[in-house]
C-alpha cells in the first residue's frame, strides 16, 4: 500500500506539550501514578508521543495542537486510583469526565478537544464514541502505552529514547 504523504508539524506538537508542562498544575499530574508506578504525568507524555508516531506511520493529517492538547489533558483527574475506594468499573468510565472538567477550568478547550478527552476510553464510554481522527489515535495510543506501561514497564516510550528498542510504530 502507497503511505500517503502527510504535513504534521512535529515541532507545533512539541511546542504545544511544552507549554502545558510549564503549567504547574499540570505538572501536579506527577505526583500521581498508575500503571506499575508509572506516573500520570510519563503516561500521558507517552500517549502523545504514540498518537503523533501512529499518525505519521498510517499518513493520517492532524490537527496538531488539538492532538498534543487532547493528549496531555485525557487523564487530568488528579488522583491515584489505587489510592481510591472506586471500582476499576467506576474509575474507567467516571476519569474522562473528572479529567475534562479539571481541564475545562485551565484551559479554553475546542469542541474536538473535548471530545478528545471524553472519548478516550471507548468503547467503556460507550455514548462518547471518538469524533475525530485525533480522537481515534489518543484512544488506541492510549490503550497501546497502558499495555506497555502495565506489561513490559517501559515508563518512557518517548521516540528519542525508544529509537534502538521499540520496533513498534516505525
Ligand atoms: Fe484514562
Ligand atoms: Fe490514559
Known amino acids: ?3 500517503t504523504k502527510v504535513h504534521n508539524d512535529r515541532s ?6 511544552r507549554l502545558l508542562k510549564e503549567d504547574p498544575e499540570i505538572q501536579k ?3 500521581f501514578t498508575m500503571h506499575n508506578g508509572n506516573t500520570t504525568l510519563q503516561h500521558v ?12 506511520k498510517l499518513g493520517i493529517d492532524i490537527d496538531e495542537k488539538a492532538l498534543a492538547r487532547g493528549a496531555m489533558l485525557h487523564d487530568y483527574y488528579l488522583y ?3 489510592e481510591t475506594k472506586m471500582s476499576p468499573y467506576r474509575h474507567g468510565i467516571s476519569h ?3 479529567a475534562l472538567k479539571n481541564a475545562s477550568k485551565r ?21 462518547h464514541p471518538p469524533m475525530s481522527r485525533e480522537a481515534v489515535l489518543v ?6 502505552c497502558a499495555v506497555n506501561e502495565m506489561l513490559l514497564k517501559k515508563h518512557d516510550l518517548s521516540e528519542k529514547k525508544q529509537q534502538s528498542k521499540s520496533k513498534i510504530c516505525k
Open 1 to 3: 500500500m502507497k503511505k
Open 139 to 144: 484512544c488506541l495510543a492510549d490503550k497501546y
Open 12 to 17: 507545533i506538537f512539541d511546542e504545544q506539550i
Open 45 to 56: 507524555e507517552n500517549v502523545a508521543d504514540v498518537s503523533f508516531r501512529i499518525a505519521e
Open 107 to 127: 484551559h479554553r478547550l475546542t469542541e474536538k478537544e473535548t471530545n478528545i478527552i471524553r472519548s478516550h476510553m471507548w468503547p467503556m464510554t460507550f455514548l
Open 80 to 82: 491515584t486510583f489505587k
Open 96 to 98: 474522562p469526565e473528572t
Open 29 to 31: 499530574m506527577a505526583s
